[in-house]
């Protein structure tokens, strides 16, 4: 057990607001707020490769069925055919569903080619697809699935790429022929994502329910993935470790 003034000090430098919701899990004892706030720090760790294989597999499962829709739309004013490169030449809807997001792409794919050591053979290349996809947020492929909310600007744009493309993206999906289960796993884990990046407390989180969404997507994906990913997770492992009752 730490000395008593390491346990102050550490909740004084870590901050009282910050420190709040743990010192109120625990009866404002400050050793047990510092133990649980020691292990939301591992259950955000435990939980970083799940959200990054899940994420890793979303978006390239979606990326390549775009890719297949896009080569098959043609441009209404020129009549030419768009390339598979839809974070470049992207057809409608898809050219207003993301020009904020391949914008911002755009901008930290060009701040990457500058950091790049002046001998790096792709210093000073072009921009390419690949480029622009692995500047993408998790936030960006909920925005692209359908949604129940008819009020929402891109409901109908959102149907017209899961009826055409994105549907395919989930070869192994059952029972949702709409797409709005897979939306809103990917949304709460978009959710989930930001606050263990942001290292926020997980104590209001349901844990197991977010784990199995983590896999239940994984698995309409690709059950072999999804099957690997159970094997290295310890989010479960971790939970059974939490020092009070959530």
């Known amino acids: 057990m730490p000395k008593r003034e390491t346990i102050i000090a550490v909740n004084r430098l870590i901050h009282p607001v910050r420190m709040a919701p743990y010192q109120a899990k625990c009866g404002n004892d400050p050793h047990k707020a510092l133990e649980l706030y020691k292990w939301n720090l591992a259950m955000s760790a435990a939980f970083q490769p799940v959200?990054?294989?899940?994420?890793v597999a979303l978006r390239n499962a979606i990326d390549a069925q775009l890719r297949i829709w896009n080569r098959k739309q043609v441009e209404p004013r020129s009549g030419t055919q768009c390339s598979p490169?839809?974070?470049?030449?992207p057809a409608k809807p898809l050219n207003s569903m993301t020009r904020g997001a391949r914008r911002t792409a755009k901008k930290h794919a060009d701040e990457a080619d500058l950091a790049r050591h002046a001998t790096h053979p792709r210093r000073g290349a072009a921009v390419s697809h690949d480029d622009l996809l692995a500047q993408l947020t998790f936030g960006m492929w909920p925005k692209l699935l359908p949604t129940s909310d008819r009020t929402d600007t891109n409901y109908v744009a959102r149907q017209v790429l899961w009826n055409q493309a994105l549907r395919h993206s989930f070869p192994h999906a059952v029972n949702d022929a709409k797409g709005v289960v897979i939306s809103s796993r990917a949304q709460r884990l978009h959710g989930l994502r930001n606050r263990v990046s942001h290292m926020e407390p997980l104590l209001s989180v349901n844990i197991t329910a977010r784990h199995n969404?983590?896999?239940?997507?994984?698995?309409t994906i690709s059950p072999e993935v999804r099957?690997?990913?159970a094997g290295l997770s310890r989010v479960i492992e971790v939970k059974r470790r939490c020092p009070v009752e959530l």
């Open 213 to 219: 969404d983590a896999l239940r997507l994984l698995g």
């Open 227 to 229: 099957d690997w990913c």
């Open 85 to 89: 490169d839809w974070l470049i030449d």
């Open 51 to 55: 959200l990054a294989v899940t994420e």
